[in-house]
């Protein structure tokens, strides 16, 4: 039997984030490098509220989860959103032989907006 003092209501990190590393996952994008965050941390809720950009500094997983949380079936369950995702790593880990996490920086690398520029004729005017 566990004694009071041996009871830790929050667990250090859950076992999705022990299963995958973060060291050597590379962002390409060095626009999107400062707002995707690799730093494995606590689910604390919500410690970006009413911040300029606080959300950037919250683990790129942890963003995942809580956007899986938004759709009809999980609103508020975290839990169970937090399954979805972790099935869906192994699942692209089996299938990739790749990380998972590395896999997620590139797909969002690949849907992020490019920063290039773009010479515009119109008639017979460059812009």
């Given at each position: 039997?566990?004694?009071?003092?041996?009871?830790?209501?929050?667990?250090?990190?859950?076992?999705?984030?022990?299963?995958?590393?973060?060291?050597?996952?590379?962002?390409?994008?060095?626009?999107?490098?400062?707002?995707?965050?690799?730093?494995?941390?606590?689910?604390?809720?919500?410690?970006?509220?009413?911040k300029?950009?606080?959300?950037?500094?919250?683990f790129?997983?942890?963003?995942?989860?809580?956007?899986?949380?938004?759709?009809?079936?999980?609103?508020?369950?975290?839990?169970?959103?937090?399954?979805?995702?972790?099935?869906?790593?192994?699942?692209?880990?089996?299938?990739?032989?790749?990380?998972?996490?590395?896999?997620?920086?590139d797909?969002?690398?690949?849907?992020?907006?490019?920063?290039?520029?773009?010479?515009?004729?119109?008639?017979?005017?460059?812009?």
């Open positions: 039997m566990a004694e009071k003092g041996d009871y830790n209501p929050l667990p250090l990190s859950f076992p999705l984030l022990k299963k995958y590393s973060t060291d050597n996952i590379k962002i390409e994008d060095r626009g999107l490098a400062r707002y995707i965050c690799l730093e494995p941390k606590l689910f604390l809720g919500a410690p970006h509220a009413n300029p950009f606080g959300k950037s500094k919250i790129i997983v942890e963003r995942l989860i809580n956007n899986v949380m938004r759709t009809e079936h999980y609103t508020g369950k975290k839990m169970k959103a937090y399954k979805v995702v972790e099935s869906a790593f192994d699942i692209i880990a089996k299938k990739t032989k790749k990380n998972p996490i590395q896999v997620l920086i797909a969002i690398q690949n849907a992020a907006p490019k920063e290039e520029v773009t010479r515009l004729h119109f008639g017979g005017i460059s812009v």
